[in-house]
Structure formats: structure tokens, C-alpha cells
């Protein structure tokens, strides 16, 4: 029993400083990348020229390479034409343009699930393309995104132990570095686990939450 | 009488399908004109093209005085002048009748919450639905929502109002309800350009019927004529089809 209080002793600073880590990322990367998609999702519901197709390259490439791969790019494969971040911006950043990319396809689809005639509507009053898409279109496209937004942000949460490869100390590495001292994968390892998914199911709560809210309207 | 919308020989292509050919017709300041004919004859697309919601490649609309067509057109600014009223109401279903009633005139003509709230309300209790101003659409029937779009789009002052189809996506006793409010409106002496089958609002309320085919204004003449004797053999087909029962 002893050594487990000591275990726990031991490790629950380290993993608290690297949950604070995670958690700064996975919200950090986010907002950024919510804020990312959306613009993605405009210039391509739009169609603004070449734009759009550069939006369109940079969601098949991102989505068609390893999260892991875009973080050596960015943090050992820059620095080499002279563009160098430190790890934690490297991290957030990688995070950000991976999670915008599949973001802005969530809420493409939402956008493209609205009906053409809610267009047509709000048009047809005087509201502009941009106020039409705001104030009609995007908070009907939320609604049917958010299911799938979710589900890229839920991942989001977990793929931050990827930044662990470029020394960031978020929860894996600061998990790996206690076992290195204590020798107790199993249960560090467990607990490591054990956040990620209390993590991700306060996630899930918010998602009920955004959900509910958004229903109101619809309420018969 | 000044025409307030005047079409002029105009054309449309999807691709290489041609749907409206050499479409011309005039609507003076309050006239009723009803555009029938069977589906797919381009009469929705025609209406559409009056408030730019579908381009057109060939030929003229005029509406108050300004070319649709033109490329420096302020489309938004013409759009709030031409009240549209769609077949499946296309109320905002996020948002309460209320809302829908205010958001173009704060957003658009830059009123105020509270002017826009009265003239809103005024309308919403001209089609008798002020009771259900707190709901959210998905609340209301069918033929309470196609209202609240009337009171909607008046709540706009416009100058003309097209209906596309208002009553076709309604269950039967509900249609009657719509067309009351549409007939009152033509009675004040709206201008009015309505895609509709229904023969008798045409009879009772309309001026003028249209009738296309094929993306052509086959008929175009005075309601009496129309129904007393339509020149077209297509024309005749299409009434004995629809009024026979």
C-alpha cells in the first residue's frame, strides 16, 4: 500500500503539469482551428478564385498525410529554409492546421445541408451573400455539424500526445518520465489513459450541451 | 399605366437546355398577374429571374426602374424592394417569428429594434397570427408559416411581390387562409406576379394570367379572355385538364 501513496506522490505533480499541458493545446489548437475551418469552409462554399483551390490542396494534404509526419515537418523539417518555432508553438501549430483541415470539411457539409431555398430567402429580403450565410445559413449549418465537429475535436484531445516527439512535456511525455524514474508502466500508463478519456468525456458533455441548446429552436 | 416590372425578350439556359425563350410581358403598378402552365414550363424560373435569384443570359428586366440584369445593379438593395414568397415558406427556422420579422429590416434597411418590431407585429396581426409571435416556425401549420412569410416580406414596404407557388406544398384547408390574405393584398393594390394553379384566386383576384409552355409566354391576356376563350390549343388543354375538377 505504501508504495503506491509513494507512486502516486511521486507522479501526480508531473502528470497534473502535463494535463494542464495537454489541455492547453487541445484548446488552444481548437479555437484556432475552429477559427481556421470556418475560414476553409467560406472560401470554398464561395468559391473564391484560386483561393478555394488552395483551400482545397490544404485540406487533401492535411488530411491525406500523419498528424505525425506534419509535426516533424513543421519542427525539424522548417528550421532547415530557415523557419524555426519552439516546441510548443511547433505543436500548437501542427495541431491547429490538422484539426482546421478536417473542421472546415464538417462544416462544409453543414453549410451545403442547408437548403438552397433558405438562400434564396434571405436574399430574396435584401441580406447580402455574407449576411445571408450568417445570420441564416451558419448557425442552421452548426447545428448539423456539430455532431461530426465533435468527433474531430474529441480526437483532437488525444492526438496532442503526438507533440510528445517534439519534447513538449504534455501528459505522454510527462507520463513516460515518471515511469523512467518509478518503473511502473502498467498503472502510469492506466492513469495516463484514465485522464485522456475524462478529458475527452467533459468534452462529450460540452458537445450535449451545444447540442441542446441548438435544438431549442426546433422544439415542437 | 407606368409598368413596374417589364421583361423583355429574355432567355435562360441550363447548359445547353434552353428554359425560358424570348420571355416578354409587363406588370403595371398594382396588377395581378397570375403565370400558370404545367410544370417545368419555366414559369417559377421566370419569377425568379425578377429578383435576380436566378441569372438570366439574354434580354432585359426592369423592375422600378432599375435593370435586374446590370452588372453595377446593387442586387441586395433591389431585392429588398420585391417581396418573394416561396412554396415551402422558407421562414428561418432558427429563429422566432419575431426574428424572422425584424432581421431584414434592422439588418437591411437599417431600422431600428423597435420600428421594426411594430411594423413586424402590425403585419403579423394583419394575417392574424400576433398570438404566435414568441413561437419558433417549426410550431406553427403549414399555412400559418406561408402567413408569416407574407407578413414577412411586407414588413419589407415593398414595391411588387412575386409568389412562387404559395399554396402548392399546403394541405387543402389550409390554402384558402393563404389566398384570403393574398386576395386582401391585391385588393389594396399591391403589385403582385403569382406562380399558381389555383384557377380560382386567378379568376376572382387576377387582372392578367400568363400562361406558359416549354419555356415560352404562350398566352399572355386579360383574365376574361383567358378563361372565355384561350387562343393556344395548349393553353385549352391545360384549363380542361384543371378545372375539371
Keep these: ?220 | 399605366m407606368s409598368a413596374m416590372i417589364s421583361i423583355q425578350n429574355v432567355n435562360k439556359w441550363y447548359g445547353d437546355f434552353q428554359v425560358l425563350t424570348d420571355c416578354s410581358t409587363q406588370v403595371a403598378k398594382g396588377e395581378v398577374v397570375v403565370v400558370c402552365g404545367p410544370s417545368g414550363s419555366g414559369k417559377s424560373t421566370l419569377i425568379k429571374c425578377v429578383n435576380a435569384l436566378e441569372p438570366f443570359q439574354k434580354g432585359e428586366i426592369i423592375v422600378d426602374g432599375i435593370s435586374v440584369g446590370a452588372p453595377k445593379t446593387n442586387l441586395p438593395k433591389l431585392r429588398a424592394r420585391v417581396g418573394m414568397v416561396f412554396q415551402h415558406f422558407e421562414l428561418f427556422p432558427h429563429l422566432t417569428i419575431t426574428d424572422n420579422l425584424t432581421i431584414a429590416q434592422t439588418k437591411v434597411l437599417g431600422r431600428s429594434k423597435e420600428e421594426a418590431m411594430e411594423k413586424g407585429l402590425m403585419y403579423l396581426d394583419r394575417v392574424g397570427l400576433k398570438a404566435h409571435a414568441h413561437k419558433h416556425p417549426g410550431q406553427l401549420s403549414g399555412g400559418q408559416q406561408q402567413r408569416v412569410a407574407i407578413a414577412r416580406a411586407l414588413a419589407m414596404d415593398p414595391v411588387a411581390m412575386l409568389f412562387d407557388e404559395p399554396t402548392s406544398a399546403l394541405d387543402p384547408e389550409m390554402i384558402n387562409e393563404v389566398l384570403d390574405v393574398m386576395t386582401e393584398l391585391a385588393q389594396e393594390g399591391m403589385t403582385m406576379m403569382c406562380v399558381t394553379h389555383e384557377m380560382g384566386f386567378a379568376r376572382r383576384v387576377a387582372h392578367r394570367v400568363i400562361f406558359m409552355d416549354k419555356g415560352h409566354i404562350v398566352e399572355d391576356c386579360d383574365k376574361e379572355s383567358f378563361f372565355g376563350s384561350p387562343r393556344s390549343e395548349r393553353a385549352q388543354q391545360f384549363l380542361s385538364k384543371i378545372l375539371q375538377h
Design chain 1, 1 to 220: 500500500m505504501d508504495a503506491w501513496i509513494d507512486l502516486f506522490r511521486t507522479a501526480w505533480p508531473v502528470l497534473l503539469q502535463g494535463t494542464l499541458y495537454t489541455l492547453m493545446f487541445a484548446v488552444i489548437s481548437m479555437v484556432l482551428g475552429l477559427a481556421l475551418g470556418f475560414l476553409v469552409a467560406l472560401v470554398r462554399v464561395a468559391r473564391v478564385p484560386a483561393l478555394a483551390q488552395l483551400a482545397a490542396f490544404y485540406v487533401s494534404a492535411m488530411r491525406g498525410t500523419p498528424l505525425l509526419v506534419q509535426i516533424f515537418v513543421i519542427y525539424y523539417g522548417l528550421p532547415g529554409i530557415g523557419i524555426e518555432f519552439d516546441p510548443v508553438t511547433a505543436g500548437v501549430l501542427a495541431l491547429t492546421l490538422n484539426v482546421g483541415a478536417y473542421l472546415s470539411e464538417s462544416m462544409r457539409g453543414g453549410i451545403a445541408g442547408v437548403d438552397r431555398g433558405q438562400w434564396d430567402a434571405g436574399l430574396s429580403l435584401g441580406l447580402g451573400w455574407w449576411q445571408t450565410m450568417r445570420f441564416v445559413v451558419a448557425p442552421q449549418a452548426l447545428r448539423l455539424a456539430v455532431p461530426s465537429l465533435s468527433n474531430s475535436l474529441i480526437s483532437l484531445i488525444k492526438d496532442t500526445s503526438l507533440v510528445s516527439v517534439i519534447t513538449v512535456t504534455e501528459l505522454m511525455l510527462a507520463t513516460k518520465e515518471v515511469i523512467a524514474q518509478t518503473f511502473q508502466p502498467l498503472p502510469l500508463y492506466l492513469a495516463a489513459a484514465a485522464i485522456y478519456w475524462v478529458l475527452s468525456a467533459s468534452f462529450e458533455q460540452v458537445q450535449r450541451r451545444v447540442e441542446a441548446r441548438l435544438n431549442l429552436s426546433y422544439r415542437r
